[in-house]
Every structure is written in C-alpha cells, then in structure tokens.
C-alpha cells in the first residue's frame, strides 16, 4: 500500500506564521505515523510555495527587489522554515520550476481540447489578498473584502473561462461514491450543498497579470493562480497522475480553501480525465488569545522562534494537542507553556528521567524480568494508530499523556523506592510494569515527539540494561511573572 500527503503550497509575500505551521506538523505527524506502519519509501509527502501571484510582485516591489531574486530569498526561506521545525518532506515544489510550468501548460491543453475552455468577457471585483473574484454580496458594509477589509479591484476584461457549471452532477456522483472525499462532515455537506445550489463558470486567465504561468494557447493571459497552483500535487508526485502515489493521495488544507480544493480542483482533474484525490481533510483555523493573528494586532506567532525557545516537539504536540483536528480553535503562549512544564516537562520527561533513575539506584540498571505485557502494548498501539487512521491528532496526543499520567500514578502510588528497601522482588514488579510503559510511550512518540524518541530508546537501554538517565525537557522559567 502507498500514501501520498500534500499540504497547501504557501504564498511566499511573508514568512511563515503559527497557523501554516499548525497544517505543515498536522501533515508530517500523520506522514510519520503512515512512514512507521507502512514504510517510508511507501509514503509521499509534498509540500511547497505558490509563487505566481499578484502578491509575489506587490511583495517584491515593496522591499525593492527583482521578482527572481525576492523569490529566491522567499523559497529559502519557507523551506528552512520547515526544516528548522522538523518537517521531513520528500519534495518541496516551487510554482516557478520548469516541471510544474509544464504540467500545467499540459493540462491546460488537455481541458481545451476537451472543449471546457472558452473565451469571453468578465468584469467582476477581484480582492488580491484571497486571489479570487468575490460577488457583491460578500462584501462587508464598507464595501471591502471581508477577510482582508481592503477594497477590491475591479476588473474588467477578457478572460479565459472553465465550464465549471458542467460539472455539478459528476461532482456530486463523486462525493456519493467516496465517502472519505472530504472530511469532516460538516464540511462534506456544506460543500455538497454549494455544489447542489449550481455552479458558475470560473474564470481561469488573467489578461492584466504582471507574472505567471502564459497561456499554452494565448501567450497574452496568464494562467489564474489558483488553476495554475492545484496542479502542484500533479506535478510533485512521483509517477505522476499514472503512478501509485496519485491514486492514494490525501490533501490536508485549511477550511479557507475547500472550494478550491473539493469543488474546482475535483471538476479540472475530471475534465482532464484523471481520478480527483482520493482524501482531502480541512482542518480548522485558530486565533491567537482568541484574536485573529494580524500584523497589526501584532499577534503574529513565529514557528520557527517558538521552537527554537521550546524545542521542535514541544511546537508539534503543542500546537497539534490544543484543539482536534478539524474543527476551530485556539492558541495561546500562556496554555503552551503550561503545556511545556506540566506534560512535557513534568509529565514525560520526568517519568523516564524517574524511573531510569531508581532502576539504576536499586537495581544496578539491571532490567527486571517481566511477565509479558506484549498484547497489552500492541493494544496500545493499536488505539493510538485508530485515532490517527480516525483523523484524531488530538486525541492521539491525548491518548498518550493518559498512558504518562497512568504511569505516574504507579510510581507515585506503589513507591517502589519503598518497596525496594523492604520487598526487592516486589519493586522490581513495579518496575518492570512502568519500563513496559516507557517501551510504548517512545515508540508512540517517533510519532508525535520524534526528535525526543531516539533519545528515549537510547535512554531505555538494551535488553539487559537501562542507560543513562537524561533530560529530555529542560524545565524553563514558564511560570507567570
Ligand atoms: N497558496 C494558497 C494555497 C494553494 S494550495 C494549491 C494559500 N496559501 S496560504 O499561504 O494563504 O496558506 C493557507 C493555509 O495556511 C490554510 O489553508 C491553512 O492550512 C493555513 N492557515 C493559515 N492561517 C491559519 C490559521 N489561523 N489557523 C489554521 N490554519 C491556518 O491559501
């Protein structure tokens, strides 16, 4: 069986913030656990940046700089970003690289040839920040964009079309077909009932574009960016839309984006006679001490500073454990760092730098000899890989610290620094129950904690002897001032 993720390719007018980082680790978590059980060379994962926009120029003209060279610097940037936090891809795709140009010259051939592209005239209100067209009504009462509360432009010109409007049907024949299309299922039917209420043609060329990907039958337009960038998955995989990795393909995006990706992106892969996706997962957006992150509030969480304060694991399980994937939510620095001090500071680390401890004190780090708890650890794993087979990423993470604290209260309740004093072959019953914990605990964590795993195997010993007892979160001054 093969896996192929993908998450959004980012604009690159700024550098990456929380909210990118959040569906970034959501995807490499969920490639970490799919490359444990099947392999890694059975899973794909891509990710990448979207760089023919209208904001790669605004952005580059700003700081005065060459389009190529403010996106050189940018591109670096974001995948540095992603390598400093720990995210393991195997291949990071620009929109601007000469494999992805093709493909989408190719495709959009394909879509013509088929008749699905025509030429036509549009005069609609275009809003930069989203890159889309936005229709009166969702306008706010100033008359602005609603996300980005800037007046859009209006355009007036002559544009290349897709016959969206052909595809209602067929799209709602896939959903009904695949269940797992797109997950949640609140977002299942909201986008099956935008579909039902009948969809518009889109336009797919802009005449006025200063950068892009040109028109394979028009060189004057250029292709619209969201057309242009959905084919990224096609042109980042392996083998392609005939290999193995496309057919079982999973997009993780944000909310923000469904219909691009669940209504457009399915009808342009139909057109072009390729299977749509098999998965895409929208998960929710969150604020920042329940604010909107905005430069101007001047609440914009930087992920790459959070980890280098707090260590890349504690960014992951942090940020994955504060709300379920899936659905809203929200972040804060002060439930992060209690989140540092209480679960992983004193929760896990503590339990193995404990038990590692007394094991060396009264047992010369000799492993006991237990008796064999290998289906209650199978059982374990088994539930923590449902939750993440289920989408569950928080309640994988939950699951695990339920395992940390259950393990603390033996310790704290059987005392076998007590025991040991007065009944050897009782304590080392309890210690060989709570090394059996530690087992589970650092093979769950390559998951979810993977930079702390190597340390906590290495910590475990072999099979006769624990190791060295380390630190393996640091305690921080994290408490209130
Ligand atoms: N370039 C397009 C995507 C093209 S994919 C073919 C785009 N880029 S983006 O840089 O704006 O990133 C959007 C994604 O960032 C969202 O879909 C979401 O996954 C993530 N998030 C941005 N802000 C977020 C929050 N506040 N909360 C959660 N996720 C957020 O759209």
């Known amino acids: 069986m093969k896996k192929y993720f993908t998450t959004p390719i980012y604009y690159v007018n700024d550098v990456p913030h929380i909210g990118h980082a959040y569906c970034t680790l959501a995807t490499d978590t969920l490639v970490r656990y799919w490359r444990k059980k099947l392999g890694r060379e059975n899973v794909f994962f891509l990710t990448g940046t979207d760089e023919n926009s209208q904001k790669t120029v605004d952005a580059a003209r700003k700081k005065g700089e060459s389009i190529a060279e403010y996106l050189e610097e940018m591109a670096a940037n974001w995948r540095q970003s992603w390598e400093a936090i720990g995210i393991d891809f195997d291949d990071f795709i620009r929109t601007t690289e000469q494999r992805h140009v093709k493909m989408v010259q190719q495709i959009f051939h394909t879509i013509y040839d088929r008749g699905d592209i025509y030429k036509d005239k549009y005069t609609g209100l275009y809003c930069t920040g989203c890159e889309t067209f936005l229709k009166a009504s969702d306008l706010d009462e100033n008359g602005n964009c609603p996300d980005h509360k800037t007046p859009p432009q209006k355009l007036q010109e002559e544009n290349y079309f897709f016959r969206l409007s052909k595809y209602s049907e067929p799209l709602l024949k896939l959903y009904e077909e695949n269940p797992s299309f797109l997950q949640p299922e609140t977002r299942r039917k909201e986008i099956t009932n935008f579909i039902r209420s009948g969809l518009e043609d889109v336009s797919i060329s802009r005449e006025t574009a200063e950068f892009g990907i040109p028109l394979p039958i028009d060189e004057s337009h250029k292709v619209y960016v969201w057309f242009d960038a959905l084919i990224n998955y096609i042109s980042g995989v392996p083998g392609g839309a005939d290999g193995d990795f496309w057919k079982e393909s999973v997009h993780i995006i944000g909310k923000d984006i469904t ?223």
């Open 259 to 481: 219909r691009f990706h669940c209504v457009i992106w399915p009808a342009m892969l139909l057109s072009a006679g390729i299977k749509p996706a098999k998965e895409v997962f929208a998960h929710g957006f969150f604020t920042v001490d329940g604010q909107k992150m905005s430069k101007s509030l001047g609440n914009v969480v930087s992920p790459v500073e959070l980890a280098a304060q707090y260590g890349n694991d504690a960014l992951r399980a942090g940020l994955l454990g504060s709300f379920e994937f899936g659905h809203d939510g929200d972040f804060s620095l002060e439930n992060f760092k209690g989140f540092y001090r209480m679960r992983l500071a004193g929760g896990v680390g503590n339990l193995f730098h404990r038990v590692i401890t007394l094991i060396h004190k009264f047992l010369d780090g000799e492993k006991p000899k237990s008796e064999d708890q290998t289906a209650e650890m199978q059982k374990q794993l088994q539930e923590f890989g449902q939750l993440f087979e289920a989408g569950k990423i928080k309640g994988a993470i939950d699951y695990y610290f339920s395992i940390v604290d259950s393990a603390n209260e033996i310790l704290n309740k059987e005392e076998p620094w007590k025991l040991a004093k007065t009944d050897i072959e009782a304590a080392k019953k309890v210690f060989a129950i709570l090394l059996q914990k530690l087992e589970v605990l650092a093979e769950m964590s390559q998951v979810i904690l993977p930079e702390t795993a190597p340390k906590m195997k290495k910590i475990l010993g072999d099979e006769k002897k624990v190791g060295i007892p380390e630190i393996l979160f640091e305690q921080k001054n994290t408490r209130k001032a």
